[in-house]
């Protein structure tokens, strides 16, 4: 299945304190169904926890505009500082982020 609305992507890299995993992991998951369909222009995610690396976890959010990408992950978005400031203690560093712009996306 082709998607086009997805057009934008934010690749999301956390670090994790040793043991941290599974209550990071729990804590995206209740996150991500609280603010389910909520957020303007946000058309899923998919969290990876590291198969090698049990210390990492990557999130990566799909999006139909940069500018809704871009307004979500501001600075001042109380929703998202929240969560970031709930989860800190889980982070052995702050998490890193990337945009992407998506050329082509399939799921089958």
């Given at each position: ?10 690749l999301n890299i956390v670090h994790l304190k040793k ?57 001042d978005n109380k929703l998202l500082s929240d969560f ?25």
């Amino acid at each position: 299945m082709k998607s086009p609305d997805i057009k934008y992507a934010k690749l999301n890299i956390v670090h994790l304190k040793k043991g941290k995993r599974i209550q990071n992991t729990d804590n995206l998951k209740e996150f991500f169904e609280e603010i389910n369909k909520k957020i303007k222009g946000m058309r899923g995610f998919i969290i990876m926890d590291n198969l090698e690396n049990m210390q990492e976890t990557i999130v990566i959010t799909f999006w139909e505009t940069k500018e809704d990408m871009d307004e979500y992950y501001r600075a001042d978005n109380k929703l998202l500082s929240d969560f970031v400031l709930k989860s800190a203690p889980n982070f052995e560093s702050s998490p890193v982020r990337k945009d992407y712009e998506i050329t082509d996306l399939y799921i089958y």
